[in-house]
């Protein structure tokens, strides 16, 4: 498990983690201001799964990840 408050940008633990490839599987809670790290930690063909919007609905992030 990797601790968001003292791992801050989790998603490069995660890329380390998997040896780049990223995971499977995420569930987003964060809404706005985390999906972008759940994007570049999610592989290729993985799936993010948005369930909360704690920090709120409006961003802006590039569809390139996606």
Known sequence: MINYKSNPDWETKVR????GAGVDYIVEVGGA??????LKAAKIGGTILVIGILSGIESSISALPI
């Open 16 to 19: 380390e983690i998997t040896g």
């Open 33 to 38: 201001q985390t999906l972008h790290q759940s």
